[in-house]
């Protein structure tokens, strides 16, 4: 059913046993609500807008928010810019943009979300080349470098941890205790068993993932393929990045969001059982409450 942040691994002691409902997924940014609903934030593209000489509006930068995919990013260039939609997707084969050779000419990952401005003509591939430079800069530096190599990684992998740091945590000062849980995993030669790799494949952004979504065919269905999926999954931000090279000491292989600001992790598959329980108690308790406020 899929709440954002938790899980509901298998017991790596019983990898035959049967699933939860409750699994790794994308983003730890829900809340259960009055009135029982569990709900998303979805990020926008921000315009600055300033005014012309003629009093009418126009955008003069635009924010990209941490987490976005770039299809999502491609698609607010191709907004305020008001272009054909596709358009900045196409620009990438003239961009030249500097990505590593391990991206293969696919800038998810380096498009970093921060503040741009428009400038004088502004064009897709001015707009992509300044977000993945931003990227090189913060990616390439010491700190990075140096932190990925400690964790056994190239930079490109680090990049990828964070990018699943980033759609999973529930908060930022969970994401150092997330990368861990990621670590662990690998590790121990276990899957990730992520739906935020899932929603990725399948181009979308639910809580939900059934059983059938965990068997489909693709290199990001970390339920069925070991390792890191072969790109990142988001265009991370500061705080993932230093999560993925500065994971929190710990044991975890499991976590899951019992309710907002409660995200428990543990080594342990029965107490991480208990807490899928806490987690399904109040979701149904909360579900009862909106049927109630429906029905007056």
Avoid: C
């Avoid at 639910?206 to 072969?230: A, E, H, V």
């Avoid at 990142?232 to 990045?241: C, K, L």
């Amino acid at each position: 059913m899929g709440l954002r942040g938790s899980t509901g691994l298998r017991d790596p002691r019983s990898p035959r046993g049967p699933r939860r409902t409750i699994r790794l997924t994308r983003r730890g940014r829900v809340a259960l609500i009055a009135i029982g609903a569990v709900v998303a934030g979805t990020a926008v593209a921000v315009p600055l807008l300033s005014t012309d000489e003629e009093g009418e509006s126009r955008p003069t930068s635009l924010v990209i928010p941490e987490g976005w995919r770039a299809t999502q990013v491609y698609g607010a260039v191709d907004k305020i810019l008001a272009l054909p939609a596709g358009t900045t997707k196409k620009s990438l084969a003239k961009a030249n943009l500097e990505l590593p050779n391990d991206a293969e000419g696919n800038p998810e990952g380096y498009l970093f979300p921060a503040t741009y401005p428009l400038g004088e003509n502004p064009t897709p591939e001015k707009l992509l080349t300044a977000m993945v430079d931003t990227a090189n800069k913060k990616f390439t530096g010491a700190p990075v470098a140096a932190g990925a190599q400690r964790n056994a990684l190239n930079v490109y992998q680090a990049v990828t941890i964070a990018s699943i740091v980033q759609a999973e945590a529930a908060a930022k000062e969970d994401m150092r205790k997330v990368a861990r849980v990621v670590f662990n995993r690998l590790e121990r030669g276990m899957p990730l068993q992520m739906d935020s790799t899932i929603n990725y494949a399948l181009g979308r952004s639910t809580l939900n993932t059934t059983d059938k979504d965990t068997k489909i065919d693709s290199p990001y269905n970390s339920y069925q393929r070991m390792g890191l999926p072969p790109t990142p999954i988001a265009n991370p931000g500061d705080e993932a990045m230093t999560a993925a090279i500065n994971p929190t000491p710990g044991d975890w292989l499991y976590f899951v969001t019992v309710k907002p600001g409660d995200t428990r992790f543990t080594a342990d598959y029965a107490e991480h059982q208990r807490n899928v329980d806490e987690f399904n108690r109040l979701r149904q308790s909360a579900s009862k409450q909106a049927e109630g406020e429906a029905a007056k």
